[in-house]
């Protein structure tokens, strides 16, 4: 019976071992569940904050083409003035070239001719007078609004 008393003190130290490993074990379940747990919410947060990040540069590229598309549109106006502005610039310097040979050709007249100052009834001398240069062709100023079209600045440009 001795051995019987040994057996049955032999199974309950078994037994109390299996209870502490099962207990051991469910806690390492526990933990492991737990830490399974953080890590998915982990996931999900760093999930969560990656969509947040994408929404938020959707967000600035939109702003950005926005930006982009209003200053193409910018450009595109300030491209036409200034082709606008070169036209004048050429039709007023050919306007200047031709009023400078006038002036030219005139004053190389005017050696050749008499000039005769004229009076006023208080017997002030006047402007000069050149022979040949009282008709409206004649006179430089004139010549420049002949089949000319005035230049004006277009309302859009003054915005700038």
């Known amino acids: 019976m001795a051995s019987s008393s040994g057996n049955s003190s032999q199974i309950q130290n078994s037994g109390s ?12 379940m526990e933990s492991n569940r737990e830490s399974a747990r953080r890590s998915r919410m982990r996931k999900q947060k760093h999930l969560d904050d990656l969509t947040d990040q994408i929404n938020q540069i959707k967000k600035d590229n939109a702003q950005i083409l926005t930006t982009i598309t209003v200053t193409t549109q910018q450009f595109v ?3 036409a003035d200034n082709s606008v502005l070169r036209a004048q610039i050429g039709e007023l ?3 200047l070239d031709y009023l400078n040979e006038i002036i030219n050709l005139n004053l190389m007249n ?7 100052a ?5 017997g002030v001398t006047g402007l000069f007078e050149f022979e040949n240069h009282h008709d409206f062709v004649n006179n430089p100023w004139n010549l420049m609004f002949i089949n000319q079209q005035p230049i004006m600045a277009a309302t859009e440009m003054l915005q700038y």
Do not use: P
């Open 118 to 122: 004229h009076c006023n009834d208080n």
């Open 93 to 95: 310097s050919q306007r």
């Open 77 to 79: 106006h300030v491209e």
């Open 110 to 116: 005017s050696n050749s001719s008499s000039a005769t």
């Open 17 to 28: 071992e299996e209870d502490l490993m099962d207990q051991r074990k469910r806690k390492r």
